[in-house]
Structures are given as C-alpha cells and as structure tokens.
C-alpha cells in the first residue's frame, strides 16, 4: 500500500486522477460493448470505436508514464498530454453513462426549470429563432475548445510556470469533477427529452454541418452539470486574475456560449447554474489541490 501510495505521489496530481478514471472507463465501454454484442445484431459505432479508442488511449498513457520514468527531458509533452487523457476519458465515457446509471433525472430538472420561470426556457427561446442567429450560436459553441485552452495557453507562452500549473490544473479537474456527476446524476439534453414540445427546427445559413457533428458526438446522458458552462466560466476567472486584457475579450464570448446552451437545445438553466457554482468551486480549490500535491510530493523526496 505504500509504495502504490508513493508512486501515485510521484505523479503530477492530474496524472493520477487519469489512472483513476481509466478504471471505469474500461468498465463502461467494455460493458456497453458487451451488451450490444450479447442483445444485437449491431454494435453502434460510437460504442465498437470507444472499446478501440479505450486501448490507443491506455497504450498511450502507458507510453507517457514510461517518457516520465526515465525523466526524459520532454517538458511539453507532461505538460499538456494530461489534457488530451482528460478529453480522451470523457470520449469514452460519455455514451456509455446510462449503462451503469438508469436513474434518470432530467424530469427533475424540468421540474425545476419549470418552476423557476414558468415555462421551459429551450422551448420559450423559440421565438427567437432566425438563421443568422442559429450560425452565431453554432459558432460560439463550437468555439468551446478554443476559449478552454486560451488563458493556459497564453500563460505557457509567457512562461508563468506556476499560474500556469494553477490553471491548466484547475480546469481538467473541473472536467473529471464532472464526469462524475455525469454518472451520479445522468439526465439527458432539453433536445430528446424535450422534443415534442418544439415546433420551430434550428438551421443555420453556413453552419448546419458544424451543428450536426456536435449534436453526433454530444453526450446523451451529460447535461447536469453543464460543463460547457463551468470549464468556460473557469477559463475567464482565471484570465481575470491573471491576464486582465484576454478576459474582456473572452467575455462576450462566454456569454454567447452560455446562451447558445440553451438556444441550441443542449441544456437546461439548472445545468448552468449548476456548472457556474461548479466553476466557482474549482477557481478555489484548484489552486490549493496543486500546493497539496506538490507539498506531499517533497516531504515524499
């Protein structure tokens, strides 16, 4: 148990939370693959290619864990691989969530947005809806990546190796905190559940195609938290503290997304608030989580 203990240690804290998730995320696909396989003629392809990405992933963190152990000298690499594992883990998780957890909860979450306004706001936001507005929307959120990894980016850039770490860190742990409410709380997009109650469809003048790939690869069991919300409002407090300048041109940005949230059809309100007190949560305690583990790490040496 001790050693186990000072090689996670020996870690950077998010490379030892990947090790971590990495552990359902076989259970998971491996499970939904299995009963596709057992109950179907057809095993999906987001399903056959999550057990194929599962093991390029695993493989590859594999490979990152031995670069680290002869202390290469590939700075970069530890950098920002963990990143990309965080996305990787979520890849793969995200369409097998109702396979381990049926206990839906997006009729709660109608409920509450319900009460809150009086109406569903995905459903009222139809009056709305103009084509020009939809390609902004599309744009916005498709931009999601971008506005994530902008702050730490700039910060790697500018050689601010700590609030670097800060950042980048808080971030993947607002991420893999998410993934785990995803499980606990599985609640399908205002889109499916709410689907009888639209009248008017979304469609853009330029964008259409970029919309029809995100709603293809987005989580049908990821809505609560809204991470959308959380990881961008996280990327901005974090470009407040640090780089006053990128957070009012990131701001504008922000808010389009949040909106295009529930324009678009993908969240409900709850889910923003819930990921805005998530983001908030993070910003603290993101910071703290690094000094810990690295503290834990030289009284380890």
Not at 51 to 56: A, E
Request: net charge positive; glycine share 4%.
């Amino acid at each position: 148990m001790r050693k186990l203990f000072d090689r996670l240690t020996s870690l950077r804290i998010e490379e030892a939370i990947a090790i971590l998730f990495f552990v359902p995320m076989i259970m998971f696909t491996s499970r939904a693959y299995l009963y596709f396989y057992m109950n179907h003629d057809h095993i999906p392809t987001r399903i056959s290619g999550g057990l194929h990405r599962i093991w390029i992933t695993v493989a590859l963190f594999v490979l990152f864990l031995l670069i680290i152990r002869a202390k290469k000298n590939w700075k970069f690499i530890r950098d920002w691989l963990p990143f990309g594992f965080c996305i990787a883990i979520y890849t793969n998780l995200h369409d097998t969530i109702h396979f381990v957890n049926k206990n839906d909860i997006h009729d709660i979450l109608i409920n509450i947005d319900q009460w809150m306004f009086g109406v569903q706001p995905c459903v009222w936001a139809q009056k709305f809806i103009h084509p020009v507005l939809t390609d902004i929307f599309i744009a916005t959120y498709a931009n999601y990546f971008i506005l994530v990894i902008i702050v730490p980016l700039a910060l790697y850039i500018r050689k601010s190796n700590k609030e670097f770490r800060y950042t980048l860190l808080s971030i993947i742990v607002c991420y893999y905190i998410g993934y785990f409410l995803f499980i606990l709380f599985p609640a399908a997009p205002p889109r499916l559940v709410l689907k009888p109650m639209f009248t008017l469809s979304l469609h853009g003048n330029l964008l259409d195609p970029i919309s029809h790939s995100i709603l293809s690869a987005s989580s049908s069991r990821g809505a609560f938290p809204s991470l959308h919300c959380a990881v961008s409002l996280l990327a901005l407090f974090f470009a407040w503290r640090y780089i006053r300048w990128l957070f009012y041109v990131m701001l504008p940005l922000v808010i389009l997304l949040i909106v295009s949230t529930v324009y678009l059809r993908h969240h409900y309100v709850i889910d923003l608030i819930a990921g805005g007190m998530l983001s908030l949560a993070v910003f603290r305690i993101g910071p703290l989580l690094e000094d810990f583990w690295e503290n834990i790490g030289e009284r380890r040496s």
